[in-house]
Nanobody
């Protein structure tokens, strides 16, 4: 059984930093790229950062040079991190992680997400 649990969201002021974590339970995640997504109120869910099993990283233009994705596949779970620096009000959203390739099967669940609010 697969499960995704995100944590680390909070309310911060512009310019602040947060580190999100996602614990992905299920050995299948160790074989696939992982990604962070975000969804603002009234908006679609967008991919913001992706990391392959070989640690190749890609980012949305809006977060490049501010966010860093990493992963830890040691142990029985896969943990995916998102270090977010110099946060802006437009980064406010619920953040989720998942495996992009597995999502295409239509059978992957989403976690509950973690809320990030950037406001002065």
């Amino acid at each position: 059984q697969v499960q995704l649990v995100e944590s680390g969201g909070s309310s911060v002021q512009p310019g602040g930093s947060l580190r999100l974590a996602c614990v992905a339970t299920g050995r299948i995640f160790k074989l696939h790229a992982m990604a962070w997504y975000r969804q603002a109120p009234g908006e679609q869910r967008d991919l913001v950062a992706r990391i392959s099993i070989r640690d190749n990283r890609t980012y949305a233009d809006s977060v490049k040079d501010r966010f860093t994705i990493s992963r830890d596949d040691a142990g029985s779970v896969t943990t995916v991190y998102l270090q977010m620096n110099n946060l802006r009000p437009e980064d406010t959203a619920v953040y989720y992680c998942n495996a992009p390739d597995l999502l295409r099967t239509g059978n992957m669940p989403w976690g509950q997400g973690t809320q990030v609010t950037v406001s002065s």
